[in-house]
């Protein structure tokens, strides 16, 4: 029997989210590789984050998102598992928006963390 939980996100970009991971400091390997479960039992992932433990935490794709599959009672990361998430969408949606901006002929003018934890970003363009 599985012990596997997958948990929603709207996180649908696997190279920015690769990118808030690093910036996290949070080591990942590509995929497709195995995520390591209770008793041996494994899934695939796109995206694994190996734990000490040897229990995996990984990030698989449903066709529309990627989700966050892990078995939970083996959680060991610093932040609870909402916590953890939190900061990676968090950072996910600062890449999404550089990386987007950037297409469109914008630059990073400014970062601003505010005291919530919210990011505040100003991109700027000029134009001749």
Known sequence: MSHFSNI???????????????????????GPSPVRGYQG???NAEL????DNNYDI?????????????????WEQPLSVEGFLKQVTQGYAVETILSESTKQGFQLAETQKNED??????????SA
């Open 8 to 30: 929603k996100t709207q996180i649908r970009n696997l190279s920015s989210l690769k990118t808030a991971l690093s910036k996290m400091g949070i080591d990942w390997k590509s």
């Open 117 to 126: 934890g919210s990011i505040r970003l100003v991109v700027q363009r000029w």
């Open 41 to 43: 039992n494994t899934v």
């Open 48 to 51: 694994v984050i190996e734990q």
């Open 58 to 74: 990984g990030f698989s794709w449903n066709g529309k998102e990627y989700e966050l599959v892990a078995d939970l009672q083996y």
